[in-house]
């Protein structure tokens, strides 16, 4: 299995209600970020959290990371119609280049 | 201030032709990564360049593709011979590239390719 594994793999909630997703991940981080993508577009970056972070806050979103869990969940409350998207973490790995991305949470949100 | 710029947005390849996907990074960005996504999946990293040098191309087949960003113009994934399997999505992302690497990356639009 692939570091940055997200769970769940898709989730729909009513608009106003809370939105939790997971991603778990294998080998030592130096950050993790999360991303979101609209359908047929780039990603755009939500909130970047360092290995030694445990909670980050940017607006209706907030982001935490357990590093003796390996895993971190991104939570978007109030949830709006427009927040309706795939989630990504991306992950780092210590000594290297490369992001590595989860398959991604597909989150709807019904008005 | 422009964002990262990819073109073209949508190519369409038959297969055995060469395909050849650009991106122009952010201003005053000086990493570049590429990365392929197949419909319904995560991002899969394929190389990661900083001007005129490949840093880290792990994730890109051997044969067939290829990648540059020369000092002057836009980075360049290059895939030769394409093939069905070929037809994704290609990300460009860019990065200021004064931590190392490890730091924010902002995307493209991305290229569409289908391989007929």
């Known amino acids: 299995s692939q570091q940055g594994e997200e769970d769940p793999q898709a989730l729909s909630i009513q608009e106003g209600e809370n939105a939790t997703m997971n991603c778990s991940y294998k080998?030592?981080?130096?950050?993790l970020q999360w991303y979101r993508q609209n359908s047929g577009r780039g990603l755009v970056h939500l909130i970047l959290i360092r290995s030694n972070e445990r909670e980050k806050h940017s607006g209706r979103l907030r982001v935490t990371l357990d590093t003796s869990k390996k895993s971190s969940s991104l939570l978007i409350t109030a949830s709006r119609a427009a927040d309706t998207a795939s989630y990504f973490c991306?992950?780092?790995?210590?000594?290297?280049?490369?992001?590595?991305f989860g398959a991604g949470t597909r989150l709807f949100v019904k008005a | 201030n422009a964002g990262v710029m990819q073109n073209p947005r949508h190519l369409v390849r038959r297969r055995g032709q060469e395909a050849r996907l650009r991106c122009s990074p952010m201003?005053?960005?000086?990493?570049v990564y590429w990365y392929r996504q197949l419909p319904e999946e995560g991002l899969k990293f394929m190389v990661y360049?900083?001007?005129?040098?490949?840093?880290?191309e792990s994730g890109m087949p051997k044969e067939r593709f290829s990648a540059e960003f020369p000092k002057e113009g836009p980075s360049i994934l290059r895939i030769q011979q394409v093939v069905r399997g070929d037809s994704a999505a290609y990300f460009c992302?860019?990065?200021?590239?004064?931590?190392?690497?490890?730091?924010?990356?902002?995307f493209g639009p991305g290229t569409r390719l289908l391989v007929l």
């Open positions: 991306a992950t780092d790995s210590t000594g290297g280049f490369k992001t590595i």
């Open positions: 080998t030592s981080i130096n950050n």
């Open positions: 992302a860019s990065s200021p590239g004064d931590t190392g690497g490890q730091e924010t990356q902002y």
């Open positions: 360049l900083q001007k005129e040098n490949i840093i880290d």
């Open positions: 201003k005053g960005h000086s990493h």
